[in-house]
């Protein structure tokens, strides 16, 4: 028998306010701080985790963000766990869409790993509203390089071969396994056993019906790449973007970030986040939060 897991293991309380959104003919949660409709900062997560990643980054962030929400993306957390195929155009339109309707004016998105290719893609697409990307521990996936030799991240990205093949990894990303393996490949060693203590409502999201497959196949979609999405990946952004780099990721090397400059046409800021892994909102909440506020403050207007 499955075990039901109610939203309220997954929607943490907090000083921030839980909304479900239709959008794209899907519905998307998000975790809500502010009110301004003319400005936004959404943040969106990586994989395995949901909005919760970024519990200790919203407060910071309010303080000088007049409006930042952290979504659920399209098969993870609370937001439709939908079982058919979905490619990162769609993800992006998703996010796109979740702020058209919220009634915000202009925005700026930030993504950790699989939310920062996401995050790409949404500059990409180039959409009227958005003002700057940021994007953490996430190359632009037409940088990325082949792994080759022994390299001290090749384990790392190996795995992240394995996770978003078809088949994935159900039945361990179910049971938890699985998600202690990623913490164990990608984030700073210093900080492993704090993220795999913390790592509760990730895996309860896990458990629910279909969310480790739906959560594998978002996955699949940043990483498998059709014709069209590379050609639309392949037009510069005309946005400023900032990326934040963890010194100790595990997932990505400084090879994979080595070209990013080629597809970015404004200014472009790189910040290596020491003692940090692949999992900055976490392993280096202010940090990240120091740096996003001034990178949005800088390009809201």
């Not at 998703?94 to 058209?100: A, F, K, L, P, T």
């Not at 910040?271 to 990178?295: D, K």
Request: aromatic share 6%; net charge neutral; proline share 6%.
């Amino acid at each position: 028998m499955k075990t039901l897991i109610p939203a309220s293991a997954i929607e943490l309380d907090g000083p921030w306010t839980h909304r479900h959104v239709s959008a794209g003919g899907a519905t998307f949660h998000v975790a809500d701080m502010g009110q301004d409709m003319d400005h936004a900062l959404v943040l969106l997560h990586g994989f395995p985790e949901h909005w919760w990643s970024w519990r200790e980054v919203l407060p910071l962030l309010a303080e000088s963000t007049s409006r930042v929400f952290a979504l659920d993306l399209r098969g993870f957390g609370t937001s439709d766990l939908t079982r058919g195929d979905c490619d990162l155009t769609q993800l992006a339109t998703d996010v796109i869409g979740v702020v058209r309707a919220l009634g915000v004016a202009s925005f700026s998105v930030a993504g950790l790993g699989v939310g920062g290719t996401v995050a790409w893609m949404i500059g990409a697409l180039a959409p009227l509203e958005l003002r700057s990307v940021a994007v953490l521990s996430a190359p632009h996936p037409l940088g990325v390089q082949p792994v080759i030799g022994r390299a001290p991240w090749a384990g790392g990205r190996v795995l992240q071969g394995r996770l978003a093949l078809p088949t994935g990894r159900e039945r361990a990303l179910r049971s938890g396994s699985l998600v202690t393996t990623v913490y164990r490949a990608w984030a700073s060693p210093a900080n492993v056993d704090s993220l795999v203590s913390q790592s509760g409502t990730y895996r309860a999201a896990l458990r629910r019906p279909f969310a480790a497959h739906t959560a594998l196949r978002g996955l699949h979609a940043t990483r498998s790449l059709s014709r069209e999405v590379r050609r639309t990946l392949s037009e510069p952004l005309q946005v400023p973007v900032l990326s934040l780099v963890g010194r100790d990721d595990g997932a990505w090397s400084a090879l994979d970030h080595a070209a990013d400059a080629q597809f970015v046409d404004a200014p472009l800021t790189q910040i290596v986040i020491r003692e940090a892994g692949h999992f900055l909102p976490e392993e280096a909440p202010a940090a990240v939060a120091q740096a996003l506020a001034q990178h949005v403050g800088a390009h809201a207007q």
